[in-house]
C-alpha cells in the first residue's frame, strides 16, 4: 500500500494529464464537440430561414 504522503494518486493523476497523448485526445475530442454543436446550429438556422 502507498503512503498518501508522497503524493502517489496526486501524482499519477497530474502525470496523465500532462502526457502529450492524453492532450491531444482531449484536444480533439474539444474540437470535435465544438463543430459538431456549430454544424448543427448552422443546420437548425438554415432551417428556419427556409420555412
Known sequence: ???DLDG??????A???LDPTFA????A???SSVGSS???LAIATQI???T
Open 29 to 31: 475530442m474539444f474540437f
Open 1 to 3: 500500500m502507498t503512503n
Open 38 to 40: 456549430t454544424l448543427l
Open 48 to 50: 428556419y430561414l427556409d
Open 15 to 17: 502525470t496523465t494529464l
Open 24 to 27: 491531444a485526445m482531449w484536444l
Open 8 to 13: 502517489g494518486p496526486v501524482r499519477r493523476v
